[in-house]
């Protein structure tokens, strides 16, 4: 039998289960992309504003590390270098998930074992995951491409910013393939893999700053081509393509399929060539409660997500220093901060801004942490911890209150940090870091309300939990950056909780929308707990 036997039936059932995210993965990068454009096209309207951010750009060292180098001041160039990075780490996590779902978690769950019971190829499993994910990242790429191009910029220079977005998620396939085979869990290979995104960015991050400046365009020093998000930057969409680039992503994806198959005949099914790290002897008795149970499985994450939230954080500080110059000149990019962040002061209204991005990406690791339950009662582990003692309104209220107590520690890390790192710039550090810690803290009940909207899909609508828990989130996110941006009518900007909390430092707290958050989420989290405790598990 061959060992790639039943690979194109895997790959049907991979798309029936993952239907609804691939469509919102496929449909909604272009639709993503196009509004950053358009955002961009609003803030930057004339070529006098773009040359003034173009010189900004290749001089500030925090706007190098983070955007990347720019090719020219043209107006694709800069949709690129403000789309390009957030587009790229999507396309990246968004791959590597989706391999590592279909391969190490079904082995995980004892689904792949099943399946090869069959008429199953050794191989079958992982070349279908890799067929579905790189047709995704394709197909999103030709959408954003065509999409790019129908917002009137330069049809090369758009193909060439979505082969760039495309080759990040197809390297990363490649990445996830491979840690797929080390770890003996899901958990670790999405760790692994994550990681390894984390050390892409800060290769390409440093490679960028130690470039050399030519004009207006920015040469990488050798660190970024050690990287797959660098290639995309090497690729100069907007500027003198160089289309050739595109071939290291491809190489790479197919180094990492080698190196896959060859590591995958070295190992049983459900074992990685990481060997598990064996635990004590005996388990400590915190173990024994819900509440013990659950700070050993997240804290992990959670840890994962502080370092990262303290390192962005630090940096946004910093950059928060360079506001005023950054944007001194140009009204249009003063008043979009304004927009997002409220108030007058240009510095205050970037720090309020940060805040809420954070508030929305810790919203994330509430959806996250919450959906771990579901996943727990897909795999029948929920049912068993319910057959003990531990009724279903504990355990359910564990879970919430250890969710909204992590993002309530992130988002305080997030402020402390970012007024540190402003602080550290600017003059007063502890000060400043008291300051935004507090006025981070304010954005708690608005995660209070994403905690909610997960509690109450999990508890009425099961099936459909994790699908509306991150539709419902990547909507607050739409609306929350773009909505001020694109003058969107207020009755839209209202249906995110995020657009409810006072934008703290920039403004004074107002109590009265914090206190109807606050109820608006103990409703939806008494009507999750009440769905769950009437409702059958598993469901």
């Known amino acids: 039998m061959s060992a790639y036997a039943g690979t194109g039936r895997l790959a049907r059932l991979a798309l029936r289960r993952d ?12 639709l993503l992309g196009v509004a950053l454009a358009g955002s961009v096209a609003g803030v930057y309207p004339d070529e006098q504003s773009r040359i003034l951010y173009a010189e900004t750009a290749a001089t500030s060292v925090v706007a190098r590390a983070f955007n990347g180098p720019i090719v020219s001041a043209d107006l694709g160039a800069v949709v690129v270098a403000e789309t390009y990075i957030t587009l790229a780490l999507l396309a990246a996590l968004l791959s590597t998930f989706a391999v590592v779902r279909h391969t190490r978690q079904n082995e995980e769950t004892g689904r792949a074992e099943l399946l090869g019971a069959a008429v199953v190829g050794r191989h079958a499993l992982l070349t279908a995951a890799l067929i579905v994910v790189v047709g995704a990242n394709l197909a999103a790429g030709v959408l954003l491409g065509l999409s790019f191009a129908a917002t009137g910029l330069p049809l090369a220079g758009s193909l060439a910013a979505a082969g760039a977005i ?19 869990t899901s958990r670790g290979a999405n760790a692994l893999a994550a990681a390894t995104v984390g050390v892409a960015f800060l290769l390409r991050a440093a490679g960028d700053v130690l470039g050399e400046r030519a004009g207006l365009r920015v040469e990488s020093a050798w660190p970024s081509w050690l990287s797959p998000l660098g290639w995309g930057n090497q690729i100069r969409a907007f500027g003198d393509e160089r289309w050739w680039v595109l071939a290291l992503p491809v190489a790479l994806l197919a180094a990492g399929v080698l190196a896959a198959f060859a590591l995958a005949d070295r ?14 002897a005996r388990a400590a008795t915190g173990l024994l409660s819900p509440t013990g149970l659950l700070w050993r499985l997240n804290r992990g994450s959670l840890l994962g997500w502080a370092v990262a939230v303290a390192v962005l954080g630090i940096s946004m500080g910093v950059a928060a220093d360079e ?14 901060i304004a927009a997002m962040g409220g108030g ?106 994403v905690a909610g909207v997960v509690t109450a899909a999990f508890g009425l609508l099961p099936r459909w939990s994790v699908a509306l828990s991150w539709t419902a989130l990547i909507g607050f996110l739409l609306l929350g950056q773009l909505g001020a941006v694109l ?21 004074e707290v107002t109590v009265l929308p914090l206190v109807v958050l606050t109820g608006v989420g103990a409703v939806l989290l ?14």
């Open 19 to 30: 239907r609804v995210k691939l469509g919102i993965w496929v449909l909604g990068t272009p």
């Open 166 to 184: 495309a080759g990040v998620g197809v390297a990363f396939t490649a990445v996830a393939a491979v840690t797929a085979q080390l770890s003996t």
């Open 267 to 280: 190992r049983d099914v459900g074992a990685g060539l990481l060997a598990a790290r064996r635990g004590p």
């Open 323 to 336: 506001v005023n110059n950054m944007i001194a000149e140009n009204p249009a990019a003063a008043e979009a």
């Open 344 to 449: 007058t002061d240009l510095v205050d209204a970037f720090l309020a801004a940060m805040l809420g991005l954070f508030a929305l990406t810790i919203g994330a690791y509430v959806v996250q942490a919450l959906l771990r339950g579901r996943g727990d009662e897909s795999d029948g582990v929920l049912e068993a911890v319910l057959a003990t003692s531990v009724s279903r309104h504990r355990w359910l209220g564990t879970q919430v209150a250890g969710a909204v107590l992590g993002a309530g520690a992130l988002v305080l890390l997030a402020g402390v940090t970012t007024g540190l790192g402003y602080g550290l710039a600017a003059g007063d550090p502890v000060g400043r870091a008291l300051e935004l810690g507090g006025a981070a803290l304010l954005r708690l009940p608005a995660l209070l309300v």
């Open 487 to 507: 003058d969107l009518p207020q009755a839209a900007l209202n249906l995110s909780p995020y657009t409810h909390v006072p934008s703290v430092p920039a403004v």
């Open 526 to 539: 008494a009507a999750g707990l009440a769905g769950f405790r009437h409702r059958d598990v598993p469901s």
